[in-house]
């Protein structure tokens, strides 16, 4: 019998810990633990409403737009406020592009390592490579001169002895399963993902300023200028045409490079479909909506829960049904810590109880993570782009249905294959070629508008603090890349008067509940099969597979700026 401990998980955003028990060379029990504390809630405490987005989207360097944008959400319904149209598509453009961005960062340069062999790269004849790149895509750069350069840059990094994060892969492990042509692919795909994302998110350049920390938003609609006839408007016929190229560009680099390199990966590691499993219980709020926001029947991607793996019903969701617990968490709740409440009554009182460090273990039966654990219905639940994915599939989307449908031909799997590690980064893929499409669409019809003289992008009618009642309190939420993202504000006499943030990673990486619960991370790892303790890979690609962003779901506050832990990544 032995505990594992990986502290920190690297290749992640935040600090995130993981303690597993491996039993007869499996995971028997697994605990998820969130290192640092997050206080931006405390910090929006008496702030003006309509400046919440902008605090809300330093929760995180990575996801910042998305907080931004459920933030305005948040305010926009305790205001009534409906937002424009064009308002309305250029939100919806910048998430579709943080979503295809996110996710082929997530896979090449945060996943990848975790199933690719780098220092077998060396070993693979750039011929073959070419062979089998062009047997799987007709992506133009697939030569064996191409792959030969490739290898050479990779042999001259070796030599230079600065390989970086290269350095602290566990090559050589027995759990690797590529052959060395598929390796090298791999890497130049690699280096191909790093010029792709960096021209791809020019797109919020243009439409929020800047990225990250996007400056356009505001509680009503955008900031963004529509002008046919100005050449220095943020939208003319020009930049219409730039946005067309630039997410044209994204499809046809997700439909030949991403999806083609997922099919491949998967192909060699079939076992992967049937480890990882979780819950069975998948939630979304849904995103992208068509219309009114208030409308959830007007979602691209449909709002619904799907209860132990039942893909014959969905379920609706009710926001009223949502809580947390923090009876493992370093956090009180006034009324004592064994009953859950919904983030309008949440409080965010931390009191850290745990071990002082450094610690051998985390003190799994008292409280043990500065994440809380949110529930919908007293059930812990997954979410994320396989959650998406599912309910979208479960609730009839056709599009969808046939994109994940043709993923599946190609496998020779079913649809309970999903339920697994390696379907999370199935669903994440499709879900990035799904937005790719859908991210020109809403170019179009943002150039249509304009063409036509619609130039509407904010919706003032609330802007006065005069105007507003003496209390509200709003909901907003959005499908985050990394899954259900929702912020609850309660404004009172013009100021924020309590501010509570459900983030993804909270839902999947919370620990154990008031009634013995796990959460996601900790359900998935167990029977994972360990081939060597010391080098835990396996525990890597279940936790990857879900994308953490431990940034979002705790944050580190110290006016002193004392420093609480010093950690070391192997």
């Known amino acids: 019998m032995a505990r594992i401990v990986v502290d ?49 989207q330093r929760i995180c360097g990575v996801c910042t737009t998305v907080h931004a944008l459920t933030s305005v959400r948040a305010v926009e319904d305790a205001l009534g406020v409906e937002v424009p149209e064009n308002a309305r598509i250029i939100r919806n453009i910048i998430a579709g592009t943080q979503h295809v961005q996110d996710h082929v960062i997530h896979f090449y340069h945060l996943h990848a390592l975790d199933w690719v062999d780098v220092t077998l790269a060396l070993k693979a004849d750039p011929g073959k490579t070419s062979q089998l790149a062009e047997s799987i895509s007709d992506w133009p750069k697939s030569s064996k001169n191409y792959f030969k350069a490739i290898q050479d840059r990779l042999k001259a990094l070796v030599a230079s002895k600065q390989l970086s994060l290269f350095s602290s892969g566990y090559w050589g492990h027995p759990a690797y399963h590529l052959p060395p042509e598929a390796n090298l692919l791999a890497v130049a795909h690699y280096l191909e993902a790093l010029e792709f994302q960096r021209e791809f998110i020019r797109i919020h350049a243009v439409l929020g300023g800047k990225n990250p920390h996007l400056q356009t938003y505001l509680v009503g609609g955008m900031s963004t200028a529509m002008d046919p006839n100005e050449p220095q408007a943020t939208i003319n016929p020009e930049r219409i045409t730039f946005l067309s190229e630039l997410a044209s560009k994204a499809q046809e680099f997700v439909d030949k490079v991403y999806i083609p390199d997922v099919l491949a990966v998967a192909s060699f590691y079939p076992d992967w479909f049937g480890r990882g499993e979780n819950l069975g219980n998948f939630l979304s709020y849904g995103c992208f909506p068509q219309g009114s926001i208030k409308d959830p029947t007007r979602l691209f991607l449909p709002r619904g829960i799907i209860m132990n793996r039942d893909l014959s019903k969905v379920h609706p969701f009710d926001p009223a049904n949502v809580t947390e617990y923090v009876t493992h968490s370093w956090y009180n709740y006034s009324d004592g810590d064994q ?23 985390l003190e799994v039966e008292q409280k043990y993570s500065w994440l809380k654990s949110p529930r919908y219905q007293d059930q812990p639940m997954e979410v994320g782009p396989l959650s998406r994915m599912l309910v979208a599939y479960a609730s009839g989307h056709q599009e969808v249905k046939d994109l994940v449908n043709a993923a599946l031909g190609k496998l020779n799997a ?7 590690t390696l379907g999370r980064i199935a669903a994440r893929a499709i879900e990035a070629q799904l937005l790719a499409r859908h991210v020109s669409k809403w170019v179009d019809e ?62 999947n990486a919370g620990p154990r509940d008031a009634n013995g619960k796990r959460g996601a991370y900790e359900t998935s790892l167990l029977k994972t099969p360990i081939a060597d303790p010391e080098r835990p890979v ?33």
């Open 538 to 570: 396996e525990i890597l690609r279940t936790i990857h597979s879900f994308d953490p962003c431990l940034a979002c779901a705790v944050h580190v506050v110290d006016a002193q700026g004392r420093k609480y832990r010093v950690l070391k990544a192997s």
């Open 339 to 361: 009953k859950a409440k919904h983030p309008f009554e949440g409080e965010t009182n931390p009191k850290y109880t745990g071990p002082k460090p450094p610690f051998e273990h």
């Open 446 to 507: 943002l150039g249509a508008n304009l063409a036509h003289g619609d130039l509407r992008i904010h919706n003032g009618e609330k802007w006065d603090p005069d105007t507003w009642p003496r209390e509200a309190k709003g909901f907003g939420f959005h499908e985050a890349p990394r899954g259900a993202l929702a912020h609850w504000v309660q404004i009172e006499d013009k100021k924020i008067k309590n501010y509570q943030c459900v983030v993804p990673t909270t839902w």
């Open 414 to 420: 079913q649809p309970t294959a999903l339920f697994s």
């Open 8 to 56: 920190p998980v690297t290749r992640i955003e935040g600090h995130l810990r993981i303690e597993a028990q491996v039993d007869g060379g499996a995971v028997s029990d697994a605990w998820s633990s969130g290192t640092m504390f997050r206080g931006i809630e405390l910090i929006l405490r008496g702030r003006d409403p309509r400046e919440a987005w902008i605090w809300a």
